[in-house]
């Protein structure tokens, strides 16, 4: 499977244990838009990491799970190996309205995308955390939507055309009905 | 607000007390990314209504919610009336790889978007319900993500740049930090 450029893991923070599904659907849809893996941070729920474990092991490629990890850390971890920060809210520049994701493009950087829940930390939108404060849409939605929405964006769609390595079960798209492929 | 082309509405089928966050993301997503309303089908679940109805009235547009109707029957009350029905299901054909947008644009109809849970009706899948059957990537991942990505192609991103009607509630986009005005 080819690299995306940049890189990307997802950084989630602010799970409580009622966000479990929620929770899942950022990790599996970090996965199938390109990212390489996901950071659950501050908290230890390591269901997600054995759900997430499981549909990797049966449709490919390959995604790290990172459980509990305090969000500081990791921010300022991926800062020192050179990667820059986009943090997706709704405060954030407008995808569509601005040049925000040309500009994130353009530092060809490895990112860490922040996606929280409800509140975050007021910090989070600040220059010394987050490069770039980027929304999709500027009106409270989904951060599983606006996750999805800014890696179709970042990769340009190309996410959406890679086969997965190794895979046990393998769909082929078909305009009615299921196709399904076990090996 | 101009009315996108072509209009939309979602049918969120399946869902079930646990789903109740992915639901109202559901919800606001298809808000958010430009549909008409929500048809949360065969369950009698209220408080989603009033979860989004809260949202709309602070943040402007026009979004309907209808509660239990059966899913067949909605169905079938929308072919009458002309539109036609996409299902987003990750065996459908692939939204990156094939034509499907185009052609579903070109047929200027109202469309009705089936976005399931875990495990549709077999029949969803055939040509008595389901016009086309989308894939966004053709791997497991979120309904939600999956509505927004459709969407956004659908629309081409107009979707987001929209001046929602009658808000008390308004974000100026900005790099950093936070700017809401209320009204």
């Given at each position: 499977m080819m690299p995306l450029v940049p890189q990307t893991v997802v950084l989630r923070w602010?799970?409580?244990?009622?966000d479990f599904r929620v929770t899942t659907h950022v990790a599996l849809t970090a996965r199938v838009f390109g990212a390489n893996g996901l950071i659950l941070s501050d908290v230890e729920d390591y269901e997600i990491k054995t759900t997430v474990a499981s549909i990797t092991k049966d449709w490919g490629g390959e995604f790290s799970i990172e459980i509990g990890k305090p969000w500081r850390e990791a921010v300022q971890e991926w800062r020192r190996s050179g990667g820059i920060v986009v943090h997706l809210t709704m405060y954030g520049e407008n995808v569509e309205t601005s040049n925000v994701v040309e500009r994130i493009r353009g530092s060809s950087k490895k990112i860490l995308v922040l996606v929280g829940s409800q509140k975050v930390p007021r910090e989070f939108y600040s220059k010394e955390i987050s490069d770039f404060n980027v929304s999709i849409g500027n009106q409270p939605h989904s951060e599983v939507a606006a996750l999805a929405v800014f890696l179709d964006r970042l990769y340009q769609g190309r996410e959406l055309d890679r086969t997965f390595e190794k895979a046990r079960l393998r769909v082929v798209p078909t305009p009615h009905g299921k196709h399904l492929i076990e090996n």
């Open positions: 602010g799970h409580r244990p009622r």
